[in-house]
């Protein structure tokens, strides 16, 4: 999916890129706040366990970037959907 016109067109006027590059990079944003928040904490457990932190801190540490991060929305159904709205 091609990123919005519009704003390809604005990244790369406030920055110099090329409209191509503008477009690479907002690619690349999006691709990176897409990922569900279920990979994003196997793989920060796994990246932090390499470099030998413990469960306890790594815990606690995820819990404080998530609370910094955009992360994809999971996939609601159309009943889950209803339920937030009416209850």
Same mark, same amino acid.
């Given at each position: 999916?091609? %990123?919005?016109? +519009?704003?390809?067109?604005?990244?790369?006027? #406030?920055?110099? *890129? #090329? %409209?191509? /590059?503008?477009?690479?990079? =907002?690619?690349?944003?999006?691709?990176?706040?897409?990922? @569900?928040? +279920?990979? $994003?904490?196997? !793989?920060?457990?796994?990246? *932090?366990?390499? $470099?030998?932190?413990?469960? @306890? /801190? =790594?815990? &606690?540490? =995820?819990? #404080?970037? *998530?609370?910094?991060?955009?992360? &994809? &929305? @999971?996939?609601?159904? /159309?009943?889950? =959907?209803? !339920?937030?709205? $009416?209850?």
């Amino acid at each position: 999916m091609a %990123p919005d016109r +519009e704003l390809v067109e604005r990244v790369a006027a #406030s920055t110099g *890129l #090329s %409209p191509a /590059e503008a477009a690479r990079v =907002i690619e690349d944003v999006l691709a990176f706040a897409a990922e @569900p928040v +279920e990979d $994003y904490v196997r !793989r920060r457990h796994t990246e *932090l366990k390499t $470099y030998g932190a413990r469960n @306890p /801190e =790594i815990f &606690a540490r =995820i819990a #404080s970037e *998530l609370a910094d991060r955009v992360v &994809a &929305a @999971p996939r609601l159904t /159309e009943r889950q =959907i209803r !339920r937030l709205i $009416y209850t």
